[in-house]
Each structure stands twice: as C-alpha cells, then as structure tokens.
C-alpha cells in the first residue's frame, strides 16, 4: 500500500487537483470556470516548462489554485530550454491573461527541474521565467514537487510527460533517489505516426482522442513495457511497495496495467496527473 500523509497544504491531495483542473485553462470540456474574485493575500506561482506542455498555475497562500494556464509546446527538450524566445513571449502571454483572471500581477514564480540536469543547466529554465517578467528565485526537483501535492511517505512516484519517464522513490516521505529517461507520450506518438504514415500533430491528437485509444493500445503498447522496464531498472536495491503515475501521458487508459504487469508492483494514476507537478511546483513559492 502506498502510505499517505497530509501534503503540504493540509489539502486532500483529490480535492486540490480537482480544483486545479477547474481552474486551469483550457479546461477539456471547454467549459469556463466563474471568473475568481480578485486575492487580497499572497500568491504562490508555479511555472512548470515541459518538453509537450507548457503550465502556470497560481495558489492563493494557503495553497487552493485559483487560476492557471497551459498550452502545448516544443520548447524544450531533456529538460533543456531549446527555444529560449519561444519561450519566453509564450510565458509573457500566459502571464498576462493570467493576470487578467485574477486582476493582480505576477511578480514572481517558482520553477521545476528535472532530477539529474546539471545545475547551470537548470538556471536556464529560472532565466525564462524572469525575462518573462517574473522574479524567480525558488527551483525545485520536480519529483519533490510532485510529493508536495501527493504526500507519499513511502513508494514511487513516476512521472511520465512527453519526453521523459521520471522517477522518485520515497522513504519516510523524503525522495532518496531519483532518475529520468527519454521514453515519454512523444515516442508513443510517434510510433503512431509512423506506424500510419500521418504527421506528428495528428498522432497526437489520435493519442488523446478517447475513441481512438483502444485501437492505439497494441500498437504504443511496446512503449508503455519500455516505459516499466526503466522504472524497475532504478528501483532495484529499493523497497518499493507501490507505483502512482503522474504526468500527462499517464492519462492514457490501462497505462497503469501495464507499469504494474511489468514491475510487479501495485500501481495507480494520481488524480488530475498533468497538474501535479505544476501545483506542487507553485507550492514551492513563497506567497507574497
Ligand atoms: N488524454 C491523454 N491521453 C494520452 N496522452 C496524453 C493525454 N493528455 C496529454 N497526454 C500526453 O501527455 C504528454 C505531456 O505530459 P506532461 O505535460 O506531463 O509532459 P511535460 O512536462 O511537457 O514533458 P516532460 O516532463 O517530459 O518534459 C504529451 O505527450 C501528451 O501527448
Ligand atoms: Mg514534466
């Protein structure tokens, strides 16, 4: 059984997520959320740069989302920024519709990081948020910001984005290793592509389209068992009782079988697992 403890907020970590994905715009359903009344307290932001999604997200001090934005992007890759100026205007905009949501600027965020990038390679993610306008002084391992929202005491948390497979095993609630591969949602969509002879953009969108996913599953199938054999590669020599899957690419249906049939361990997704990494990043702001 994965053990479970209060996460940093001292919010249930379902009633937190579900609130992120109302919050988060677009939603799937395209549906608005109510506009928010404008915070008098402190903000925590969250800026989370991916190698698929780009997130901001913003927590009043104590932690509930109260606004937030994510949009598709190609603007980094192994946890390198690649496109720097991309970056950076598509950061501004998010910002600023943001900050018309909520009627208060954004001065400052919090950034994640992949576990293992160099540190002066880190920065470079920290430099986007500021030239895009925002003071950013706190980075955070993003495993350590998946468990501030998840709280796991102990098991393995795996993050599975576009890019990478991401792991962090938990002892007594403190990550004591860590690891990321290149096997992510963008390799399965390109097995799709090449396997149909169609562009990228439309894998992906057959990727993410619910009726196409029980005929896709064979095909990404091969991926998925990649995916586990890396988690069981860096969860050797560890106690490792259970799995939850964070991540975008988590959302696709019977992931979860496959991670626990490769590793034998008992394995489930998080709620709402875009979003995790991106709340528990902005929990690592200082409100102000
Ligand atoms: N409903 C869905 N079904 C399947 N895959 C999905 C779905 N929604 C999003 N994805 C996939 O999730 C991936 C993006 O997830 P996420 O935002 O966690 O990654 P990222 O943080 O940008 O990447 P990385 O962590 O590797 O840098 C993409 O490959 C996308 O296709
Ligand atoms: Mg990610």
């Known amino acids: ?157 795996v993050d599975i984005g576009g890019g990478t497979t991401g792991i962090a095993v938990l002892q007594d609630g403190q990550v004591v290793h860590t690891a990321d591969e290149a096997t992510g949602g963008t390799h399965m969509s390109l097995v799709i592509a090449g396997g149909a002879d169609i562009s990228f953009e439309a894998a992906e969108a057959q990727k993410q389209d619910p009726a196409e996913q029980t005929r896709l599953f064979p095909i990404i199938r091969p991926v998925m068992e990649k995916m586990g054999t890396i988690v069981n590669k860096h969860i050797q020599g560890f106690e490792a009782q259970s799995i939850t899957l964070v991540g975008g690419t988590s959302l696709f249906p019977d992931i979860d079988t496959v991670i626990q049939e490769v590793t034998g361990l008992p394995t489930r997704v998080a709620p709402h697992p875009l979003f995790v990494t991106p709340v528990g990043i902005a929990m690592h702001d200082q409100a102000v």
Not at 42 to 60: E, I, M, P, S
Not at 76 to 103: C, F, I, K, N, P
């Open 1 to 157: 059984m994965t053990k479970t403890t209060l996460n940093a907020t001292g919010i249930n970590p379902q009633v937190l997520l579900s609130r992120a994905h109302e919050v988060i715009l677009p939603s799937p359903n395209g549906h608005t959320p109510p506009p928010v009344p404008t915070p008098n307290g402190g903000l925590r932001v969250g800026v989370d740069l991916g190698t698929a999604y780009t997130v901001l997200v913003v927590l009043d001090e104590r932690g509930t989302p109260l606004a937030g934005e994510y949009r598709f992007t190609q603007i980094v890759r192994d946890g390198l920024v690649v496109d720097y100026l991309g970056a950076v205007d598509l950061l501004r905009e998010m910002r600023s519709s943001v900050e018309r949501r909520l009627g208060r600027k954004l001065t400052h965020a919090a950034s994640g990081y992949p576990p293992g990038v160099p540190l002066a390679e880190v920065r470079g993610t920290a430099n986007v948020v500021e030239a895009a306008g925002m003071h950013c002084p706190h980075l955070v391992a993003e495993p350590t910001a998946a468990n501030n929202v998840l709280g796991i005491q102990d098991g393995v948390i």
